[in-house]
């Protein structure tokens, strides 16, 4: 009993922050067809800003401290959905219906993300502050007067020069004269720990089981979330909008809903919900530029299990294979068995947390055996699935 | 059977000229270069051939058939770890054990069963090729049967690279998990690391180099080839025609991953190394966009590609350590977003005519020549002419 309890409840918390991560995948991928790799380094920007938050706090005093989840959670969102929106209008927007090319494009971002972290400086952000204001201030303000045609072709290229040497410029001055304070990185390529506050960091006893509130709270915080998601899609009127793009683009159009802005706003909406999942899973293990990586490719196997496009199927598939995973990664099927039989050492060769996602990759393209499209395919008459 | 190698080799299209070229190319890597550059240029040089290779069979798939498979890691590493694991067998006899060293430290007493066919030289060249085509095949089969594709397919070889990566990374005993397979000493007699002896890899690179090149010309350009084309821009109406594209998808997709298995296993071979980070999903990902940089389904495209992009990362990273990454990840953005069809594509369709703009020559016009032709047409040219420029 106690460990079927105990078994439940890990197979759950893992599902938990599995299912955290798909579902912006999934809403993403599901609604507009987009595959975003780059939703790992979202996730991570969301888990830094959880860090910067939480050394806010910090200076404020112990009793504030313990407050901060709760201003990290929504930044931690608002951080991730506003980087969202700038790369939906700046890359994605031009490669809707070319999957493959986003998911290189959105790779490119990712390792952009990754390396910003880890080098990002006070020198820095002048600098891309700098050439932002030059860059696109200069085109602003161009773009108010009249230029002759035959120039209009060289306006974008001359003040991208001209913007990028001035602000280079710039930065390594004020890198030379002000020293370390400007040129060194905020937070380097090593990992750092998020502290969680301290309600969070007792647990509870029950039936023989210990329940870290740690685990508790994602659970709880993946179940909000899920609710919110439910309650947009649902029952508020963008949501209803969103759901009408995705049945018939032209034919909404046609009624009046700006599509454009309801791509925006879903792809905004699935990044916020990474950067959430990013905070949540900084309070499990130490952030570093490449803590997105660990989750993302289980998270995409979460919305294939599950169908795409259907949240529920990645709820079922997310606490399965986070159940899965748990039952196989723990050797708990090693307990049931006598040992030295071929059955106990071959669940024995699987007992460790890398090998039991071989044998989850391996059951994923067994039930895609049965089930190509998932556990909830979407239904319909087509010819391709 | 006549019929079949028509399908597959067409004789009559491959022309004289480019074999010729082909085999001037591979003659001046061969000849010229080595003398010309610095060891060090030439090492580099070398390992950016083999990747050529992988480059080769990754356009197969990708640009050929249209399947972007982020996976081509597992292959690569699977054809370096076959190599690599003969030339660990070859044990001095002044060793303590008769086994690979490393095991000894892990404790092993036996060798496990799996090592014991690559004693044989033929068997561990055959295992390059063949490991990596039936592992693809297989992979291929369940998934191309459930006609997964697209984008699903991507992920799923995203999802098997991590899985190969675990499996290697975990496995001490058999395979020195994280470290890899290292310090090579000997190859059928000859001291691998010798000056002499690699520079026999690579000249035997070259040739795989160019025989892999026109291997992919010849199947590109008969029916088989046109299948491809046809399975990557609409499969359903080519199943639809009588065909099964099932079949077709799994033979290209082994066909590539034993092209990647010959180019890890020549990379192997000059670096000295093989370890699970040959598995990185990154890395993988990065073969893709050698390709997409060279221009997709234009196979010297992948080959230019590869040698440029990894010559620009040594250049990059030699002289700023951070930058390439940002340069890498502007890279994937520039070539999706204003470079769809890669430096070859560019060249063939639109350098001509900005060529032919700076030159001052007339612009070819867009249209049908019978509309040249038209009295009104050439009227309101010529008005058009006095009134603007």
């Known amino acids: ?385 | 059977m006549p019929k079949l190698s028509q399908f597959f080799f067409p004789k009559d299209r491959l022309s004289g000229r480019e074999l010729i070229v082909v085999a001037i190319l591979a003659l001046i890597l061969i000849f010229v270069m080595p003398p010309l550059l610095p060891g060090f240029r030439l090492d580099l040089l070398h390992r950016y051939l083999a990747l050529a290779i992988v480059a080769l069979g990754i356009d197969l798939i990708w640009g050929f058939t249209g399947l972007l498979s982020l996976g081509h890691g597992i292959f690569f590493a699977l054809g370096g770890y076959a190599i690599a694991m003969h030339l660990k067998l070859q044990v001095p006899t002044t060793a303590p054990s008769p086994l690979p060293d490393f095991m000894s430290l892990y404790g092993v007493t036996e060798l496990p069963w799996f090592w014991y066919p690559f004693y044989s030289f033929a068997f561990a060249v055959a295992a390059v090729v063949l490991i990596p085509a039936l592992l693809a095949a297989l992979l291929g089969y369940l998934v191309f049967r459930n006609r997964i594709r697209g984008v699903y397919f991507s992920i799923l070889t995203q999802a098997a690279i991590i899985v190969f990566f675990n499996f290697f990374n975990g496995q001490q005993k058999l395979f020195n998990g994280t470290n890899g397979l290292t310090d090579f000493q000997t190859l059928l007699g000859f001291p691998v690391r010798n000056a002499q002896t690699q520079y026999w890899f690579y000249v035997i690179t070259v040739i795989f180099l160019a025989l892999a090149y026109l291997l992919c010309r010849c199947l590109t350009m008969g029916r088989f080839g046109r299948l491809l084309v046809a399975i990557r821009d609409d499969e359903v109406r080519v199943r639809f025609s009588g065909y099964n594209p099932t079949s077709y998808k799994v033979l290209v997709f082994a066909i590539s991953a034993a092209l990647a298995g010959i180019g890890g296993a020549f990379f192997t071979l000059r670096t000295g190394i093989i370890s699970p980070r040959a598995m990185d999903i990154a890395f993988s990902i990065e073969m893709v966009i050698w390709v997409a940089v060279g221009g997709r389904a234009t196979l010297i495209g992948a080959v230019l590609g590869a040698l440029l992009v990894n010559f620009a990362r040594s250049l990059l990273s030699e002289q700023f350590a951070d930058i390439w990454l940002f340069f890498q990840g502007a890279l994937f953005l520039i070539v999706v977003l204003a470079l769809p069809t890669g430096i070859v594509g560019w060249l063939r369709t639109e350098a001509p005519n900005l060529i032919a703009k700076l030159l001052g020559r007339p612009q070819p016009v867009a249209t049908y020549p019978e509309l040249e032709f038209d009295p009104e047409v050439q009227y309101e040219r010529q008005v058009l002419e006095q009134e603007g420029k």
């Open chain 1, 1 to 385: 009993m106690t460990f079927l309890l105990e078994s439940v409840f890990n197979g759950m918390s893992i599902g938990a922050v599995l299912l955290l991560t798909a579902l912006g995948l999934a809403i993403v991928f599901g609604i507009m067809g987009v595959i975003n790799l780059a939703h790992g380094e979202l996730m991570m920007l969301g888990a830094y800003t959880t860090l910067v938050v939480q050394n806010g706090f910090r200076q404020l005093g112990e009793g504030w401290f313990d407050a901060y989840l709760l201003i990290a959670v929504p930044l931690a969102f608002a951080v991730a959905a506003g980087i969202g929106v700038v790369l939906e209008r700046g890359v994605i927007r031009y490669l809707y219906g070319r999957p493959l090319e986003t998911l290189l494009a959105t790779w490119g971002v990712s390792l952009i993300l990754q390396q910003l972290v880890r080098s990002i400086s006070w020198q820095m952000t002048l600098q891309i502050a700098l050439f932002c204001l030059l860059f696109f201030g200069g085109r602003w303000l161009l773009s108010k007067r009249a230029i002759a045609p035959r120039w209009q072709a060289w306006v974008s290229p001359v003040l991208l020069v001209l913007s990028f040497g001035i602000s280079l410029t710039a930065s390594l001055v004020a890198g030379g004269t002000v020293g370390l304070a400007m040129t060194k990185p905020w937070f380097g390529a090593q990992g750092v720990d998020v502290t969680a506050p301290s309600w969070l960091r007792r647990g509870v006893n029950l039936w023989g089981v210990q329940f870290p509130f740690v685990r508790l709270f994602i659970i709880a915080l993946t179940v909000v979330c899920l609710a919110a998601i439910y309650f947009f899609l649902l029952r508020s009127q963008w949501g209803l909008r969103i759901r009408a793009v995705t049945q018939n683009r032209s034919m909404s159009a046609c009624l009046g809903i700006p599509t454009q802005t309801v791509d925006t706003l879903t792809f905004a909406l699935g990044s916020g919900l990474a950067g959430v999942a990013g905070c949540a899973i900084s309070l499990l293990g130490s952030v570093s530029p490449n803590t997105g990586q660990n989750y993302i490719v289980e998270a995409f196997m979460v919305v294939v299990v599950g169908g795409v496009g259907k949240i529920v199927g990645s709820i079922v598939a997310a606490l399965g294979i986070g159940f899965v995973n748990y039952v196989i990664g723990s050797g708990l099927m090693t307990r049931f068995l006598e040992p030295q039989t071929a059955l106990f050492d071959f669940f024995e060769f699987f007992a460790s947390t890398s090998m039991a996602r071989v044998m989850v990759f391996i059951l994923i393209i067994a039930f895609l055996q049965l089930r190509p499209a998932g556990l909830f395919p979407q239904k319909g008459r087509m010819v391709d699935a």
